[in-house]
């Protein structure tokens, strides 16, 4: 072996990785998913080659199609992550794996697996849902971010963890954040949410914020949008119109749900002497009746119940009246008047036989589940037996 070849035998283990691709693994948004939910499958690699240069492909076998195999190109997303989307159509588990290939090798992947289960009740697994919030904002689920164009989107804020769709960089932004409410957003990605709204509001563009149930995370960035735009609101009233709407046609989206630590974050980020401060409830109580007492009423009399609130803060809550039952029926909440000063009342009538039990209360929002949120105040117990 002459000298030369001795150099080159050398250097050719370092050659050969230098053009080599290893160490590839794939993940998805969810291992667990629903049927027609999408589903983000992501490949990463190591390698010193420039990934625009690799081919990358995707086989995924469906359940209930033995011999069905889908291949299909997966992009190069902003990240330098290989990505694909799919729509499960079968109940059970899909199983998919990756090819990437360069200068004629391929390197191909384990297999990976995802379980599909059925569609349930709640609305935001069997199709698109999105509701407005603002004038060119809407709040949704990933079905409904997955269909933006056809449903007249213009931009998609993506906010679903390992999630990233392969939309237009101009009109598509890509923010992961961790799902369930107990996990705080970062300050910076609050920043980086609006200023990106910002940007394309000015452009006039109807605007879609996604997390997978458009429930959370997306609803969160919404009130921190509500919240930074008008610094007249606190953040109770954001909160309130994100859910409810405002008095210009815009309906908002009851089940929106802020994450922990979002109240204190904006009040830092976003502080002016116009916002009005936070109320405080400090107690509420039955004014004729004693807790924890029962009480005898005959079938298809009316009950008035009156209240008694104390708070400290110019925005006044919301008084409510919770009617439950020991008979496994849905329980109801009847919104209290106001008739003086921070007195409340609300009527009972044509109540059938039963045990019932009634609890005052409170909260800083009017929502479709108040005790759900944390800051709802809940006065004690009056138990009521209703007789034929």
Not at 58 to 74: F, M, Q, T
Request: proline share 5%; hydrophobic share 35%; aromatic share 12%.
């Amino acid at each position: 072996m002459t000298i030369d070849q001795k150099h080159f035998s050398f250097f050719l283990p370092k050659l050969e990785k230098y053009q080599s691709i290893y160490d590839v693994k794939g993940y998805a948004s969810y291992d667990n998913c629903y049927i027609f939910e999408p589903v983000t499958i992501n490949f990463t690699c190591k390698t010193a080659i420039a990934l625009k240069a690799i081919k990358a492909q995707i086989y995924v076998k469906h359940p209930g199609h033995a011999s069905r195999i889908e291949k299909r190109e997966l992009i190069l997303d902003s990240n330098n992550i290989f990505v694909t989307t799919i729509i499960p159509d079968c109940i059970g588990t899909i199983t998919y794996y990756a090819k990437l290939s360069i200068n004629g090798k391929q390197y191909t992947s384990e297999t990976y697996k995802i379980t599909v289960a059925p569609q349930k009740p709640e609305p935001w697994i069997n199709g698109p849902v999105y509701k407005q919030v603002d004038k060119h904002l809407w709040v949704g689920n990933s079905q409904a971010a997955y269909r933006g164009t056809e449903l007249g989107f213009d931009c998609i804020l993506n906010l679903i963890e390992h999630g990233n769709f392969a939309f237009p960089s101009n009109q598509y932004k890509f923010i992961p954040l961790r799902d369930w409410g107990n996990n705080p957003i970062a300050d910076e990605s609050i920043i980086e949410a609006i200023d990106w709204l910002n940007f394309q509001i000015e452009k006039e563009r109807r605007i879609l914020i996604n997390c997978r149930a458009g429930i959370g995370r997306s609803g969160s960035v919404a009130v921190a949008y509500i919240f930074a735009k008008n610094k007249q609101l606190n953040y109770h009233q954001a909160v309130h119109i994100a859910r409810h709407g405002d008095d210009n046609m815009i309906e908002g989206k009851e089940n929106i749900y802020p994450h922990m630590q979002l109240k204190e974050s904006l009040e830092a980020l976003y502080p002016d002497s116009l916002r009005p401060s936070s109320t405080k409830i400090k107690s509420i109580e039955f004014e004729d009746y004693a807790i924890n007492k029962r009480i005898n009423l005959k079938a298809n009399k009316k009950l008035l119940v009156r209240a008694h609130l104390s708070f400290e803060g110019p925005v006044e809550p919301f008084v409510f009246l919770h009617c439950n039952t020991n008979e496994n029926k849905a329980p109801q909440d009847i919104r209290m008047t106001k008739i003086c000063d921070t007195h409340y009342q609300a009527e009972l009538s044509s109540i059938p036989p039963g045990e019932y039990w009634l609890t005052l209360r409170a909260s800083n929002y009017l929502s479709v589940n108040p005790w759900y949120d944390p800051e709802t105040w809940a006065g004690g117990n009056i138990d009521i037996i209703v007789k034929a």
